[in-house]
């Protein structure tokens, strides 16, 4: 697998977006792990998105100018900036409850304590997983 970064020209308005990639793409063959997304960039612009392909298929793409191979640093920084690490609530009624209390002027015990830590994949908030290229390849 190569991993590449790709110039995708866009024509975006306030509502929508369009994407023209290089004429060699093969969305069958190609794994778009990540886009750049300026949204306030409107009109026609160029932003980069970050995909996974076979070796043939690569060898294509990288035809183009729009077109490099990266390393797995350099995907790991760019995957982490525009596909940041997600908090989730795993038990919303046990969060609304710690909330409420803490509102109320209540003290929290080191158990509820924990259901808040983000950092602690048993309890109330979690964080997914952080972006990492050895995932796609």
């Known amino acids: 697998m190569k991993i590449l970064k790709v110039k995708i020209k866009k024509r975006r308005t306030a509502g929508e977006c369009h994407f023209e990639y290089p004429s060699n793409w093969n969305s069958q063959k190609i794994h778009v792990l990540a886009y750049e997304d300026n949204p306030n960039n409107l009109g026609e612009v160029e932003e980069d998105c970050l995909c996974v392909t076979d070796e043939e298929t690569a060898e294509k793409l990288l035809e183009s100018r729009r077109c490099k191979e990266i390393n797995k640093g350099q995907a790991n ?59 796609f390849l």
Request: hydrophobic residues 35%; glycine residues 6%.
């Open 77 to 135: 920084a760019f995957g982490r900036k525009w596909r940041p690490q997600a908090v989730y609530i795993r038990d919303y009624a046990q969060v609304a409850s710690l909330v409420s209390k803490l509102l109320k002027g209540g003290k929290l015990s080191p158990k509820e304590r924990r259901a808040l830590d983000l950092n602690d994949p048993e309890e109330g908030i979690n964080r997914k997983k952080e972006f990492d290229i050895e995932r």
